[in-house]
C-alpha cells in the first residue's frame, strides 16, 4: 500500500502556508481571480509548465511579474515574434578573439521563471526550442548540454482569437504544457477596484517579496508525498481511458496527461492542507490538465462541441469512488 512518510501532514501545512502568503501578494495585482493564482502555484509545485491563453489586457503578463516578485525568483521574458530565433531564447556560443575559443552567452531560458510572450507569433522552429527546456529541464547548444536552474517553469500566452500571423502550437508541445489557463474578463465589482488601484500608479511596481524562493524545490518534495490512494488512482484513470475511446474525439490525453492530472491532485490537496488526494481534487484540475491535450474531431467542432465541453462531460459521467482509503 502506497503509505506517505510519517511528517506528510506536516509538510502540506507548510506547502499551504507558503502557497497562502503568495496567493495573498498576487492579489495585491491580480484581483478577482483566485481560482487562477492557485492553478498557477499547483504548476510550480508540480515543476510544471503553464500555457495562459486569453485576450490581451486582462492580466497574463503582470500575473507572471507578480509571481516572480513575489517569490524572489529571476524572471526573464522573451516577446515571440516571427523573426524570433531558437539562439534568441537558448543562447548562443560567441568566439572570443582573445582566448581564441568559443563562449557561450545563456539566453532568457536560463532564469527560473521565464514568460514566452505571445508564444503563437513564433515560427515552429523557434517555439522547439522550448521543448527541451520544458521537458528535461535542460539546454543543448553545439552539442553541448547545459542545465537550467531549478525551479523552473515557463510561462506562455498567446491570444487564441487572432490568428493572422501566428503559428499554431504542434500537439507535441501543447502536452509539455502542465495546464492551459485563462484569466477571462474580470466581473464588474474587481474591474471597478482595480481602475480606483491604479488610479496614481501600478501596484506591481511597489509589489514585495512575500516568501523564499529557495524552499520551493524542497515543497515541490513534499507534494509528491502526498497519498494517492488505489480508488483515486483507478478514478484518474478512467477518466483518462475515457478520453481516448470517446467518439468526439482524435486524439485523447496521453500518458503524460494521467502524470499530471496525478500530480496536480496532489498539489491541490496540499493547498488545502491535506496528506491525500479526494476525487474533488481531480475533478478541480481535470478541465486545466486535459483539455489543451486532445483534438476534436472536425465534424463534432462544426456542431459546437469543444475539448473542454468533452471533459466536462467525462467528469459529470465517470463514476467517482465513493470512498477514499486514508494514509
Keep these: 500500500m502506497n503509505k506517505t512518510n510519517p511528517g506528510t501532514e506536516e509538510n502540506t501545512d507548510k506547502v499551504q502556508a507558503f502557497a497562502g502568503k503568495v496567493i495573498e501578494n498576487i ?26 491563453e486569453d485576450a490581451p489586457g486582462t492580466g497574463k503578463t503582470m500575473l507572471a511579474r507578480a509571481l516572480a516578485i513575489s517569490t524572489g525568483l529571476e524572471f526573464k521574458r522573451v516577446q515571440c515574434t516571427p523573426d524570433l530565433l531558437p539562439t534568441d531564447i537558448t543562447g548562443v556560443s560567441i568566439y572570443n578573439q582573445k582566448t581564441r575559443e568559443f563562449e557561450f552567452k545563456p539566453g532568457p531560458a536560463f532564469s527560473h521563471i521565464l514568460l514566452s510572450d505571445e508564444i503563437n507569433r513564433a515560427t515552429s522552429r523557434a517555439q522547439s526550442a522550448l521543448l ?29 482569437i487572432e490568428f493572422e500571423g501566428t503559428f499554431p502550437l504542434p500537439e507535441a508541445q501543447m502536452d509539455r504544457f502542465l495546464l492551459r489557463l485563462s484569466l477571462g474578463y474580470p466581473e464588474s465589482g474587481f474591474e471597478d ?13 511597489t509589489l514585495a517579496q512575500a516568501v523564499d524562493g529557495n524552499h520551493i524545490i524542497e515543497l515541490q518534495r513534499q507534494v509528491r508525498q502526498v497519498y494517492v490512494s488505489e480508488s483515486v488512482r483507478r478514478y484518474i484513470l478512467d477518466l483518462i481511458h475515457a478520453t481516448r475511446k470517446n467518439p468526439a474525439l482524435s486524439l485523447g490525453a496521453s500518458p503524460r496527461g494521467s502524470l499530471a492530472l496525478y500530480r496536480t491532485a496532489q498539489a491541490r490537496a496540499a493547498l488545502g492542507g491535506r496528506d491525500f488526494v479526494l476525487p474533488d481534487d481531480v475533478k478541480s484540475m481535470g478541465i486545466a490538465c486535459l483539455a489543451h491535450r486532445m483534438v476534436i474531431n472536425p465534424e463534432n467542432a462544426l456542431s459546437g462541441e469543444t475539448t473542454t465541453s468533452v471533459v466536462q462531460e467525462l467528469l459529470r459521467r465517470v463514476e467517482v469512488p465513493l470512498t477514499v482509503e486514508k494514509p
Excluded: S
Design 27 to 52: 492579489e495585491k495585482v491580480i484581483i478577482g481571480k483566485r481560482p487562477v493564482i492557485e492553478q498557477l502555484l499547483v504548476a510550480l509545485l508540480c515543476e510544471g509548465h503553464v500555457l495562459i
Design 132 to 160: 527541451e527546456a520544458m521537458g528535461e529541464t535542460q539546454i543543448t547548444v553545439d552539442g553541448v548540454t547545459y542545465p537550467l536552474p531549478k525551479p523552473f517553469l515557463v510561462l506562455a500566452t498567446q491570444n487564441p
Design 193 to 205: 477596484a482595480m481602475l480606483q488601484m491604479q488610479q496614481l500608479g501600478h501596484p506591481i511596481d
